[in-house]
């Protein structure tokens, strides 16, 4: 009887240790967030060496693919059960005739997205709309409105997304789209060019009735602080940098509706979901439909200027943006990252899309690893 009340025992001290270490392990605190549960991305995981194939035919048949009229670009996406297919977008309704049914045995998808541009926003001034667009006291977060202080030529004002903080050196700096801060090239509409030195403000002037008196100047335009134009390079980004001004920016690299991010980034995935915090369409959820994307971007030489010079593109992230709700003009220069709660890694720098606000539109951002081997920077975060 006692060698039965003692195993009793010892069963129920059992019960109640792996009662308590279970609930341990069930503790929120103690687990780490998951990625949301996403069915493509698994499968597409699961198919990574088809992957690397479809990038290799698609880089060999970018040229082809190209060269068709009404083609503005290709990229390598994801049928439903996660195997890659050829994506290529369009201006508009094209005859099938000319293009084949399939690129090296992969199957061919065609969506009508309309022109590509970059999302700059041009206007007249007002702003209200998304958060993004609100004055912020100093220290300002990232994610917001803002641009070069002198944006102003042509009879509108211009302007885009402070997206996130980078360092390099020891110096931490705005970073944007080289097409937000530098692209004022020519004497015209303002009589003058962007320089280093000049002021970065927030709001942008689109959202201060194109007074810049209304707005904070945060950061410095910088020597060599853009990009482009990059003729014939493959790799070329839409990027830019400006540096902070002391005690005028939250130097945690904190992002409006986002929080801090991560010190690390990721790479892009077909079926991922992402994030981003813009100026116009606030904090927007997507998910990433193609890489590899491959794209020619005409840009102009000021605000609502002329052509400048048309920029070409490899290796791009394309992602979801029906009806243009994740991305719009003025959005250039958000930061992509993947969507999960707390330091959400950066994926990629948003820049472009369609100017079409159809169900196939599309949205386009550099590869963040691309952005920052470019500008020789780290991300700042957590």
């Not at 100093?138 to 803002?146: A, C, H, L, Y």
């Not at 360092?167 to 530098?182: A, D, E, F």
């Not at 290796?315 to 969507?339: H, W």
Request: include cysteine; proline fraction near 5%.
């Amino acid at each position: 009887m006692k060698q039965l009340r003692r195993s009793t025992l010892l069963l129920l001290l059992a019960l109640s240790l792996a009662a308590m270490f279970w609930a341990c392990s069930e503790d929120p605190s103690n687990v780490a967030s998951p990625e949301p549960e996403n069915d493509l991305l698994a499968a597409v995981q699961a198919h990574q060496e088809e992957f690397e194939q479809a990038i290799a035919i698609h880089n060999r048949a970018v040229p082809g693919i190209l060269s068709t009229k009404g083609i503005v670009g290709t990229a390598v996406g994801a049928d439903d059960n996660g195997m890659p297919v050829i994506r290529i977008y369009t201006s508009g309704p094209i005859a099938k005739g000319p293009l084949p049914q399939d690129v090296g045995g992969l199957p061919i998808v065609i969506e009508e997205t309309g022109e590509i541009k970059a999302y700059k926003g041009p206007g007249g001034g007002g702003g209200g709309g998304s958060s993004g667009q609100a004055p912020q006291s100093p220290p300002v977060k990232m994610g917001t409105s803002g641009g070069w202080r002198f944006d102003l030529a042509n009879g509108f004002c211009c302007g885009g997304t402070l997206g996130s903080l980078v360092q390099k050196g020891g110096t931490k700096y705005v970073l944007s789209n080289y097409h937000v801060l530098y692209a004022d090239i020519v004497n015209g509409g303002n009589s003058r060019t962007a320089q280093p030195g000049d002021p970065v403000i927030q709001p942008g002037l689109i959202d201060v009735q194109c007074n810049a008196n209304n707005s904070l100047n945060i950061a410095s335009l910088v020597a060599n602080g853009g990009t482009l134009p990059d003729p014939g390079n493959p790799d070329a980004v839409d990027a830019a940098i400006a540096s902070v001004t002391s005690g005028m920016v939250d130097e945690t690299g904190a992002i409006l509706n986002v929080g801090t991010i991560s010190a690390s980034t990721r790479s892009a995935t077909v079926g991922l979901a992402v994030k981003k915090m813009g100026r116009t369409t606030g904090l927007t959820r997507s998910t990433i439909s193609g890489i590899n994307g491959a794209f020619s971007i005409q840009y102009e030489n000021e605000c609502a200027g002329g052509a400048s010079f048309v920029q070409s593109y490899s290796g791009q992230i394309v992602i979801s943006n029906r009806r243009c709700n994740f991305q719009n003009g003025g959005d250039s220069g958000s930061l992509l990252v993947e969507d999960v709660t707390t330091n959400p890694r950066a994926v990629g720098l948003c820049f472009a899309g369609s100017v079409t606000c159809n169900n196939s539109a599309i949205a386009i951002a550099n590869p963040i690893g691309d952005v920052l081997s470019k500008l020789g920077a780290t991300m700042v975060g957590q």
